[in-house]
């Protein structure tokens, strides 16, 4: 079964600062890579994915990850937050051609204007 | 908004009890998805129906069990509930036939309570 790691479960920045997320799985085989985000009092949306080819993906609001095989990690990054950026981040992994999404515990990021 | 609304949106029921949780998908959408998040956690996959069929299931035991409708709505009950169970319960929805990839539509939950 796949599994996701996130670190740092809370962070803290200031608005302008660069934030990086970090996201490893345990899978050995083919997998699809996610990030949701759920802003305060809203549903879990999807902000970006991986499925094959360029592992530099962008996503919206300006956040980009970028999937390294040889590290089975999923890395997501945005070189300068907004107050907007305030929410709980989660990687979310599932084996291709399997129906499940394993997700990590999430991050909780709280942008500091 | 995703087009997924689940209710209610609130509820608390005593261990023992049961308890049904629904769930309306976009139009068109034949797979639905249910998850637990606990607090502090992320979802944890229950089980998922594509067209009216049980299509894969998480490490939930038997009394997790649902119901998928032919109007694209459905149903998680919940027997013999344990205070463990009191959690987010999401409902996801997707258009495509699950292979695995398929981007997710996510209700914003029944938040469970059980004392």
């Known amino acids: 079964a796949q599994s996701v790691s996130q670190h740092n479960h809370h962070v803290i920045l200031s608005e302008a600062a660069s934030l990086e997320l970090g996201c490893n799985y345990s899978?050995?085989?083919?997998?699809?890579l996610f990030w949701y985000v759920q802003y305060p009092g809203q549903h879990l949306q999807l902000l970006l994915k991986?499925?094959?080819?360029?592992?530099l993906v962008k996503g919206i609001k300006g956040f980009e990850a970028e999937f390294i095989k040889s590290k089975f990690s999923f890395n997501l990054r945005k070189p300068s937050v907004q107050w907007s950026d305030t929410a709980e981040y989660f990687c979310?992994?599932?084996?291709?051609?399997?129906?499940?999404?394993?997700f990590g515990k999430g991050n909780q990021v709280v942008v500091i204007p | 908004e995703t087009g997924v609304t689940q209710s209610p949106t609130h509820l608390i029921k005593t261990r023992g009890q049961q308890v049904t949780l629904r769930c309306s998908s976009q139009?068109?959408?034949?797979?639905v998805s249910w998850y637990q998040q606990a607090l502090g956690q992320g979802p944890q996959f229950i089980f998922q129906?594509?067209?009216?069929?049980?299509?894969g299931r998480g490490n939930f035991p038997p009394r997790f069990s649902g119901l998928q409708f032919p109007n694209y709505s459905s149903e998680l009950n919940v027997n013999a509930l344990e205070l463990d169970d009191s959690a987010l319960y999401l409902c996801?929805?997707?258009?495509?036939?699950?292979?695995?990839?398929?981007?997710?539509?996510f209700g914003s939950g029944t938040q469970l309570s059980v004392l």
């Open positions: 996801a929805s997707s258009l495509e036939a699950p292979k695995g990839g398929e981007k997710l539509f």
């Open positions: 899978y050995g085989g083919t997998v699809n």
């Open positions: 991986y499925f094959s080819g360029d592992p």
């Open positions: 979310a992994v599932n084996a291709q051609g399997n129906n499940r999404l394993a």
């Open positions: 139009s068109g959408h034949n797979t």
């Open positions: 129906y594509y067209r009216e069929e049980e299509n």
